[in-house]
């Protein structure tokens, strides 16, 4: 299998991937409170777990490679937990206008910014244009949960889609990362059923702390959480990657 991270990968074979195209990932997560059985890095490692799986998937047909992943983004919201980072929307524009910047000026032009936190979706369909006019090249954006939106739905029980700290980030947690749950609080990690601002159908939006919708810091239902569930929708949701990247967007 060739290698498919970028910072696993020498300049010079960087270089022979740009000369024949090759597809870059950007993978961006957050570091944010995920209740008292995960740790803050979930939307982080997940986004890069699915993109290596994505790119390796993907690198059948083409030329793909995964830059290191971007692990802060807009977590404002949970900010009273403690144990989160978060940026300013500014600050975000900055970084990935700089991270996308140097990918072109390494000699690439087809790349897809992969999110993996619900808190970074709306900004970040925002940020993809001005990126695109800024770069004077076409910046494609994907969730990968928005990807995967129909094997996630029909391997979850409780819900329809990720929530936070769920029974769909706890199982894919279980798959990928295992050592990191405590398990010893499972049955504390649970709380109301929420839908992401980004996908909701409510004619008014307001921001509200995360801390006045859950006590537990948990949306959703992780005590139904399973590996095998999570190796379901990693699968699912690098396999929908994967094929948005072989589809070309960026051809239109």
């Not at 570091?31 to 993907?58: I, K, M, N, S, Y």
């Amino acid at each position: 299998m060739s290698e498919v991270e970028w910072n696993r990968l020498t300049a010079t074979e960087l270089r022979a991937l740009a000369a024949r195209d090759a597809v870059v990932l950007v993978p961006i997560g957050a570091t944010e409170q995920h209740g008292p059985h995960l740790p803050t890095g979930v939307d982080d490692f997940l986004a890069a777990e699915v993109c290596r799986r994505a790119a390796v998937l993907a690198a059948r047909h083409t030329r793909v490679v995964v830059t290191p992943s971007i692990p802060t983004g807009l977590s404002e919201h949970h900010m009273a937990f403690g144990g989160t980072l978060t940026l300013s929307l500014p600050t975000l524009h900055a970084l990935l206008r700089d991270i996308c910047r140097s990918v072109i000026r390494a000699g690439f032009s087809r790349i897809l910014i992969v999110n993996g936190h619900g808190g970074n979706m709306t900004a970040l369909n925002a940020l993809t244009t001005e990126l695109t006019t800024e770069l004077s090249t076409p910046i494609a954006f994907a969730s990968y949960f928005g990807a995967g939106r129909e094997v996630v739905r029909r391997t979850l029980e409780t819900q329809d889609g990720l929530m936070h700290a769920c029974e769909g980030e706890t199982s894919m947690m279980m798959a990928a990362h295992p050592d990191l749950i405590r398990t010893e609080f499972l049955t504390e990690a649970h709380g109301p059923r929420i839908t992401l601002p980004a996908e909701s159908t409510d004619p008014v939006y307001m921001a509200v702390p995360f801390d006045r919708i859950t006590e537990s810091g948990v949306a959703g239902d992780a005590r139904v959480a399973s590996a095998e569930k999570g190796e379901r929708m990693l699968s699912g949701c690098a396999s929908a990657l994967a094929d948005i990247v072989v589809r070309d967007p960026w051809a239109r």
